[in-house]
């Protein structure tokens, strides 16, 4: 009986365990981090109505899922890779200051962004203050490339490529805003 409230007293107070909450999604698993709340970011990433979420077959409680994996689609449409198999991480921190601490942490460097791929937890890292569709998209390629190639292209190469993506999201965004 002991150890049996030694093992919930560990997971309730595990760091993260209390304070997460995950969405699952084709090619998503979603960790939002205490702080960060589904609705909002769902409005700010799909602030243009980019996809048609209820075209899409989301209610409330997969909207967020279901927008990932319609981006995530969007992106293998731009760069002709299509791998339907796929699976990321994406975990979404409340506050740059913590994103730049986790970067700082896990590889010793300082950034600027507001998001990451790294491909040996084959996840994407991301502030929700500066979450926008086109950084996602951009991560994303990251994530498909990495996984395409059996040797991956260069980094330059990688950049222009995921340069591209994160561009022509980005002019999606501004045809529809201007439309």
Sequence with gaps: ????VVIFLLVLLWPGAAFCRDLEGKYFTIRLENGVEEKELLAKLNRVSLFQLDALGSSDENALAVF???LYLE???QLDIHIYDMKITLNVLPKREEFR???KAKFGKDTDSSACYVHNDKAIYAADEGIRPGVLAHEISHAIL?????VPPPEKLQEIMCGYVEYSINKKINNVVQN
């Excluded at 009986?1 to 049996?4: S, T």
């Design 1 to 4: 009986m002991r150890l049996h």
């Design 75 to 77: 992106v293998c449409d």
């Design 146 to 150: 990495m996984r395409y190639f059996v």
């Design 101 to 103: 601490a986790l970067i």
């Design 68 to 70: 990932m994996d319609a």
